[in-house]
Structures are given as C-alpha cells and as structure tokens.
C-alpha cells in the first residue's frame, strides 16, 4: 500500500504482528459484555455436532433475491450491542485505544464528512444497526455529518411487489411513474429506519452516573437531531443512446448553504436517492452520483462510503494515490473505444456539461462551485466498481480524501478514522505529490542533499559507488524537478522474532523546506510502501535525530549493535564505537 495518511498516520501505533493487528484494534472496540459472553461459552457444555448443525439451519435468514453476495471471510456482526460493565481486565486496551484515537478525535471535530450507505447495507439490520451506533458516536465526538441513503435492492422489491420487474439500462434504472412511486416509498422507509435508530437515547445507568445537565436535570432525549429536505437539485437523464430513462434523473447540485447551516446548529443531515427538478418532479438519482456531488459542494473533508462486496473482490489497500486508483479503473476497463471515453472522463474530472452553480437557497443564490453534472454512464456501462468511481471523481474534484470501508465489520467505521492504520481503503490526492523512485538522474541531487550531514557526523558517509549501488533503495521528493528530499528504505529480511524487518536511512529534507510537512509524507509514503510489501517492522540507527522519529511513533530500542531486533546479518555491520540507538516501530500490514 503507498502512503498512509498524513494526519491519518504518525502518531497511530499497531501490533508486530500482523495477522493479528486489525483483529487487536477491533477487541479495543469491542463492547465488555463480548468478553464476558465468550468467557462462558468456554464454560459451557457444546453441543454435538448434529445439534450445531440442525441449530445454524434454524437460525439462518432465508435467502432474498436482492441480498448482496459477501464473498470471503466476513467480520462477525453483533445482533444488538449491550453495555455492561468494563471487565477490569480489559482497561489497559480501552485506555490504550483512546490515547491513541486522542488526536484524531481532535483533528476531525468539526470537520464535514458525506457517508454514503446503500440500500444492501439498510438491508441488513444488524449491521446498520451497529453502524448507526458508530454514526452516532462520531456525532457526539464533534463531527459534522451528512449521510446519503441508498435503496436499490428495496426500490427493486416494491417494483416486484407491483407486478413488474427493474428495468435498467447501461447500469442506471429506467424509473418509469410506478418504479417512482416504489423509490419514493422506498427511501422513505430507508430514512425513518435511519431517523428511529439514530433517535435512540443513551441507557438510564449511563446518563445517571456521568450526564446531568448544569441544572442538575436528567437529559433523555434522542441522542441527535436529523434533518432531511429537498437539497438535491436534479434534471432528467432523458434519452440516453436511445433509452428514454423517464423519471431517472442526474444530480446537479446539492443546497450547500442550506445543508451547512442544519450542519452548523448541530443537525445530522439526510439525503436520499431522491432529487428534484426546477419543473417541481421528483427524480430517481444514483446514491454514489449524490453523495459524491454532496462532497464536491459542500467541500466536505472526506466521503466515505459504506460498501457490501456484492461482486468481484478488489483486494484494495490500506492506502491509494488517485493516480493509482485511477490506473486500476484502466485495468478494469475493456481495451477499445470505451477505455478511451475513460481516460477522457479522468482528465476532465468524471463529470458531463456545464451550468452555473447552485448552492444556495433558489436560484439566486449561486455560488460558483463548479456544477457539473455527475454523470457515471459510461463507467457503469463497462461494470467499474461504484464505490471506486465515486471516491476517485470527489478526489479528482478537490475533496482530498475518500474512504472505502466494509460495512460487515463491527467498528470498522471508527477503526478507519480513529486508528493509525485503518481498517478500510483511503484514496487522497493531497501530500504525496511529487514522491517517487529515484532513478540515476538523482544521484547528484541525492549527494548534494547528505553531504552536509555527513559532514557534521549526522549521518555515515557514503562513497559515490557505495551510494550508487543503494540507489535502488531510495525514494525522493521532488517539486518542479529539483530533489527536496530523499531516503532509503532497505529490506533486512526476518529477525529473531521472525518479523520481516527494513531499514530507514539516509533520511533528509532540504533545509529551505523544512516544517512545511515534507518530512511526514516522505515517512508515511515509505511506511505504506513497506507495509504493502509486507514489511512489519520499520527501524533506523540515528545517534542525534531521536526526537523527530520518536514524535512519529519510533520507540527506543536500546544501543542497535546489542539489540535483537535486528536480523543478525545487519547487527554485525552495526559499528559498536559508534553506539548508534535502534529505534523501532510496528507497521500493519495489507497484502493483495
């Protein structure tokens, strides 16, 4: 995985171990009566095999023709969450957790996030139950936040329910006026499922012990606010090569004044599939098509969008550059005329036509956003994965940061914004511009860059060949063609704890551009790409640049030539008179 995040990122600390580092973070979440339950099933008599099996049939959900398949392994859901007491066992992790969300709760109070949740995962009421609860908590850590709710798989129901069977058409429905009454239904029932779980209150022991008001006064009302209305502004798709597409409109633009002032009296805003037009009809929009033009108007720091694996695994990483987001929708995409009309997409920002923007309240009050008409028809036709599509167009449209989370997992929502790593998929454009391989071009610049700290005993002193021979190993940034920065990161293979080991070295940013953040992308960009190579441990030798890395999640690890956290071939090149200090730090690792 290249980089991880730049907020996202330094001051996060995981397991060595990787097969069980995400599984850690989950437990930090995990509610105490989880523990409790699992300590007295070990207890408890098991059934035979003939009782387990009879016992699983009786308790599955009989099979819907519009559930999503969830191929793979999936994360255990709980059926409904209930707070007991914290087994004192367990405090160490829980205040463990929270220092290390500590900084992130921080950063994103009063940041603006669109979170898109199709219609699968509405489906599914465990899950949005869970996830509901999560929602809720962000709300109350500070977050503004605007959630767009899908219904694909309900609309396609009540159409059946009808008598007559979806209609679709290069990836988009043909809402015809009975297919309008079903979406409209629909979405209703989607947001009072929404409106209801968020109403909930927190439990009467809870409020009791820590949550009275200045005046003494018990406080049980729902635990936030919602607030829904006619923000989506919409036209009719028409006819489409051919398919007249009816009551199935595009998204223009989203309200942003209006959504901001609910956002800023403390409001949870709902959107749903439904815009409207300047004719005064209600259209039949794409869930992703929305929430993506929500973040584009409101300008929002993140979309993240909930998604069920209901076709082929991407195997995405913990991180992905635009660039190579986009590079894997090329791959996606049939050779041929089609994969043209893509890449002509990617240059002109994932949008069709033109107008004047719309984001205020009527239509006097524009803004000049761009409003652009989001317009997928061509990637929905080559079968591109939505959730990619719209997370690379808001990227591509000056939101920095897109998050692809999967919604079976329990807390995955807030393991992706409140640990280092995260549990989902970030794509962002913003802090790795300008990071590359070095290539022979650099190795003047490369020299320029360390000599002065090799000349006041910062860093070892490197021959031209010896520098040139680790070439292969370096990474630079670059602005405008002139080399800000560089490192090397070499691979040291296992160590006595058999963690796959690389080393960080010749670390340097030109003294002109230090404090600007340079520093921290380079890291991040070199921390993500060990990981996604599978490396679990990051360590360096410094003797004078302890600080910096330490504020990064570094720990001291004692005198490197003593330290066993070096593979043995490393440590005895380790100059003892030297006395270089190892530091250490753990990585998560993301394969596929």
């Given amino acids: 995985m290249p980089p991880s995040r730049l907020f996202e990122a330094g001051l996060r600390s995981s397991s060595c171990c990787p097969t069980s580092c995400l599984t850690q973070r989950a437990a930090w979440l995990a509610p105490p009566h989880r523990w409790l339950q699992a300590r007295a099933r070990r207890q408890r008599p098991q059934p035979c095999a003939a009782e387990q099996a009879a016992a699983a049939a009786a308790a599955a959900p009989a099979p819907s023709a519009s559930a999503a398949s969830l191929p793979g392994p999936v994360p255990r859901v709980l059926r409904e969450r209930d707070y007991g007491a914290l087994d004192k066992s367990q405090f160490s992790l829980f205040v463990q957790f929270f220092r290390q969300a500590s900084p992130y709760i921080e950063g994103h109070r009063g940041r603006t996030f669109v979170l898109a949740i199709p219609g699968e995962v509405i489906e599914q ?68 499922e929404i409106e209801s779980r968020l109403s909930k209150g927190p439990a009467v022991t809870m409020v009791r012990r820590h949550a009275r008001g200045g005046d003494g006064s018990q406080h049980y009302g729902p635990a936030l606010q919602t607030v829904s209305g006619n923000y989506v502004a919409a036209k009719r798709k028409g006819v489409v090569g051919g398919v007249d597409y ?44 929305v929430a993506a033009r929500a973040a584009i108007d409101l300008k929002a720091d993140k979309l993240i969008v909930m998604t069920t694996p209901d076709s082929q695994p991407l195997h995405l990483p913990l991180w992905l550059p635009l660039s190579d987001a986009e590079a894997m929708l090329r791959r996606m995409a049939p050779e041929g005329e089609h994969a043209g009309l893509l890449d002509d997409d990617l240059q002109r920002g994932y949008a069709s036509g033109s107008e004047s923007s719309g984001g205020g309240s009527g239509a006097a009050a524009r803004q000049g956003s761009s409003d652009i008409d989001m317009d997928f028809d061509r990637w929905y036709d080559l079968g591109l994965p939505a959730p990619l599509l719209a997370a690379c167009a808001v990227c591509r449209s000056g939101v920095k940061r897109a998050h692809l989370v999967d919604a079976r997992m329990d807390g995955g929502l807030l393991l992706e914004l409140y640990s280092r790593d995260g549990v989902g998929c970030m794509i962002s454009t913003d802090f790795y511009e300008g ?36 070439l292969p190993f370096f990474t630079v940034l ?23 080991v690389a080393e960080l070295a010749a670390f340097c940013v030109h003294p002109a551009y230090r404090g600007g953040g340079k520093g921290d992308s380079l890291l991040e960009y070199l921390e993500a790409d060990a990981a996604q190579q599978g490396i679990q441990r990051l360590v360096l030798l410094t003797t004078r640049t302890a600080d910096w890395f330490e504020q990064r999640g570094f720990r001291h690890a004692g005198a490197a030539h003593l330290s066993a956290l070096l593979p043995e071939a490393r440590r005895q090149r380790v100059d003892p008179y030297r006395n270089s ?9 993301k394969k596929g």
């Fill in 125 to 192: 009421k465990d899950i949005l139950h869970s996830l509901l609860e999560d929602v809720a908590l962000l709300h109350g850590l500070g977050v503004k936040l605007v959630i767009v709710i899908g219904a694909r798989p309900q609309i396609n129901r009540a159409v059946r329910e009808r008598g007559a069977e979806p209609q679709y058409a290069h990836g988009y429905r043909v809402t015809d006026p009975a297919s309008l009454q079903a979406a409209i239904q629909a979405a209703g029932h989607a947001r009072m």
């Fill in 478 to 500: 670059e602005r405008e063609s002139k080399v800000l920065g560089c490192a090397a990161m070499k691979p040291l293979g296992c160590n006595e704890e058999g963690a796959e």
């Fill in 246 to 289: 009816q009551l199935t409109g595009m998204v223009r633009f989203v309200q942003s004044d209006a959504v901001r002032r609910q956002l800023n009296s403390g409001c949870v805003v709902l959107l749903s599939n439904l815009g409207f037009s300047a004719a005064g009809e209600v259209l039949n929009c794409d869930i992703y098509t």
């Fill in 435 to 470: 990071i590359r391989r070095a290539g022979l071009q650099d190795l003047s610049s490369i020299q320029e860059l360390l000599r002065p700290l090799e000349e006041r005993g910062v860093l070892v002193k490197r021959s031209e060949e010896q520098l040139l021979s680790e």
């Fill in 581 to 589: 200090q190892l530091f250490s730090k753990a990585l998560a690792t």
